[in-house]
T-cell receptor
Framework: NAGVTQTPKFQVLKTGQSMTLQCAQD?????MYWYRQDPGMGLRLIYY???????DKGEVPNGYNVSRLNKREFSLRLESAAPSQTSVYFC????????????FGEGSRLTVL | ELKVEQNPLFLSMQEGKNYTIYCNYS?????LYWYRQDPGKSLESLFV?????AVKQEGRLMASLDTKARLSTLHITAAVHDLSATYFC????????????FGKGITLSVRP
């Protein structure tokens, strides 16, 4: 029952370093999402992929890039990390055509010093 | 721009009492979702409300949707400690291709 798997779970970066957050789902879902969660801000959409081969910007895309590698995998890259990107990142997927319900990974806690 | 507002943002509840929390949104929507998050954990889906007048119940929680008022309520019956968590509502704007907008969440704390 893996569902949505994110790696790494924790990461500390220095300002200017790059890194990639990996996300994989085994539910054969078409749509995948990256959100960030900050205290008092709820979840804000960074990028999403409605289907394999497509990606679109969400509410807060600046400083991030994404790749929909195949139907299962959706990665989020920080090219030059900044302290403002310190956050908890959640990957989610959705395949329920009728409900559009999202299923979330466990989260990746990123600290940028 | 779709805005989703939840209130109150924090609610201290007494065990055994009933409470209602609210989710308002700013534009037409065809889906509303409630999620629960425990501290340091992921989000767990509670309810999916698909139409005006929809009501869903699970244990001590009951969610309803009024699309004309652009309002969803989450009613808590006889609060217990296990219900302490943060509750998010999320809304999908009509035609938005499954992209959800989340509220800021309501943190519920149940005290003896």
């Amino acid at each position: 029952n893996a569902g949505v798997t994110q790696t790494p779970k924790f990461q500390v970066l220095k300002t200017g370093q790059s890194m990639t957050l990996q996300c994989a789902q085994d539910m054969n879902h078409n749509s995948m999402y990256w959100y960030r969660q900050d205290p008092g801000m709820g979840l804000r959409l960074i990028y999403y992929s409605a289907s394999e081969g497509t990606t679109d910007k969400g509410e807060v895309p600046n400083g991030y890039n994404v790749s929909r590698l195949n139907k299962r995998e959706f990665s989020l890259r920080l090219e030059s990390a900044a302290p403002s990107q310190t956050s908890v990142y959640f990957c989610a997927s959705s395949g329920a055509v009728n409900t559009g319900e999202l299923f979330f990974g466990e989260g990746s806690r990123l600290t940028v010093l | 721009e779709l805005k989703v507002e939840q209130n109150p943002l924090f609610l201290s509840m007494q065990e055994g009492k009933n409470y209602t929390i609210y989710c308002n949104y700013s534009t037409t929507s065809d889906r509303l979702y409630w999620y629960r998050q425990d501290p340091g954990k992921s989000l767990e889906s509670l309810f999916v409300l698909l139409s005006n007048g929809a009501v869903k119940q699970e244990g001590r929680l009951m969610a309803s949707l009024d699309t004309k008022a652009r309002l969803s309520t989450l009613h808590i019956t006889a609060a217990v400690h296990d219900l302490s968590a943060t509750y998010f509502c999320a809304v999908r704007r009509t035609g938005a291709n499954s992209k959800l907008t989340f509220g800021k969440g309501i943190t519920l704390s149940v005290r003896p």
